[in-house]
């Protein structure tokens, strides 16, 4: 999965169950382990089952005042993309308020939405993030990360500005600035996949989205397939259905029609 953080927030990660092993922004987060990223740009985050993340984002003034208030320090993260490991029992703490207040907003969100309610548990949940961030640095490449993370970011935008299916491995390499080798290096560690199959699920995406907000009286899949660069139409529709559980058009099929 990928989002984009604000660039002045902070945001942590963590394991809500110990099971399957996870990847925040290129690092192995064990069940116990908090990450931390805040450089900005694209976050990456990937499992291998289904699996259990809990996330908290505040910016970094917010976390300097608390860290203050709460502990009498100078609240500061350790440095971008790092791990903590805390002790058992702040971890557990955080997961649990923050389970609390998922549950909470899920099951009753009249309640949450109480002003005295929400500042209760978010004073809560800060008090736990500070007690965390006293944990031990478990891994901290951050120079190396933050080049890697760098690398990604330049990928998105050239596969964003560009057709990406009529690049090949030397022009990308040269649009971004990369030899080959930390191209693919960086995709394995932060996609857990290589470069090619991420290009051709990307694309998969996006046809994806256009199937969904398409007209099936006014389209195709084949105009839509090939205006996202493909051109062999049974072997994207066979790895559609593969990757998505139905066919294209039954995709453009069942999209609602819109109001007039």
């Not at 502990?71 to 703490?93: H, I, M, V, Y």
Request: overall charge positive.
């Amino acid at each position: 999965m990928e989002w984009l953080p604000a660039p002045e927030q902070v945001i942590v990660g963590f394991a809500m169950h110990a099971r399957p092993s996870q990847i925040w922004a290129g690092m192995r987060v064990g069940p116990r382990d908090i990450a931390l990223c805040w450089r900005g740009g694209r976050l990456y985050q990937r499992t291998s089952g289904a699996s259990g993340w809990g996330s908290i984002a505040l910016s970094r003034a917010c976390l300097a005042a608390h860290g203050k208030a709460l502990a009498g320090l100078e609240l500061a993260p350790p440095a971008d993309g790092s791990t903590l490991r805390p002790s058992r029992s702040a971890a557990a703490r955080l997961r649990q308020l923050h389970g609390k207040a998922c549950q909470l907003a899920d099951t009753q969100p009249s309640i949450i939405a109480r002003p005295e309610v929400a500042r209760a548990l978010e004073n809560d949940l800060l008090d736990a993030l500070v007690n965390c961030l006293t944990g031990i640095i478990v891994a901290d490449q951050a120079a190396a990360r933050r080049r890697h993370a760098d690398i990604m970011d330049r990928l998105e935008d050239v596969l964003t500005a560009r057709d990406c299916g009529a690049l090949s491995m030397p022009e990308l390499c040269a649009a971004i600035g990369v030899p080959g080798r930390t191209l693919r290096m960086c995709c394995t560690k932060f996609l857990g996949m290589s470069l090619g199959r991420y290009i051709r699920l990307r694309r998969l995406s996006l046809v994806r989205m256009a199937l969904l907000s398409g007209d099936a009286a006014a389209t195709t899949v084949g105009v839509i397939a090939r205006r996202n660069g493909f051109s062999e139409l049974g072997r994207m529709a066979a790895d559609y259905r593969s990757v998505f559980g139905e066919t294209p058009s039954t995709t453009l099929r069942r999209t609602v029609p819109r109001c007039n």
